[in-house]
Nanobody, 125 residues
Framework: QVQVVESGGGLVQAGGSLRLSCAASGPTFRRLHMGWFRQAPGKEREFVAAVGLTDIATYYGDPVKGRFTISRDNANNTVYLQMNSLTLEDTAVYYC??????????????????WGQGTQVTVSS
């Protein structure tokens, strides 16, 4: 069983930056795909970013490309989401996800087996 816990959400002004962290426990972290999704009120859960078993393979949703960076620290069982140039449209609950399959469709929320409780990110004008 994998447990994931997010941290780092909060209130930030438009144009600012925020870094989210996600700690995972359970099976060997190196064998976990890690990802971030977000969900705004009244909207479906949206893919944000994912990282494969190494830092080499990273994936991003179109709305965040060039602004967000995902990275993993295998020594500390943690994945990070650095968010820059935040806009009002980035306001959402951000969820960390993990999966231990050999291969997954990173872009689909249905592919991920393990989820955190979410952390609120609010961008103000």
């Amino acid at each position: 069983q994998v447990q994931v816990v997010e941290s780092g959400g909060g209130l930030v002004q438009a144009g600012g930056s925020l870094r989210l962290s996600c700690a995972a426990s359970g099976p060997t972290f190196r064998r976990l795909h890690m990802g971030w999704f977000r969900q705004a009120p009244g909207k479906e859960r949206e893919f944000v970013a994912a990282v494969g078993l190494t830092d080499i393979a990273t994936y991003y949703g179109d709305p965040v490309k060039g602004r967000f960076t995902i990275s993993r620290d295998n020594a500390n069982n943690t994945v990070y989401l650095q968010m820059n140039s935040l806009t009002l449209e980035d306001t959402a609950v951000y969820y960390c996800a993990a999966d231990d399959a050999a291969w997954i469709n990173h872009y689909s929320s249905r592919a991920w087996d393990y989820w955190g409780q979410g952390t609120q990110v609010t961008v103000s004008s």
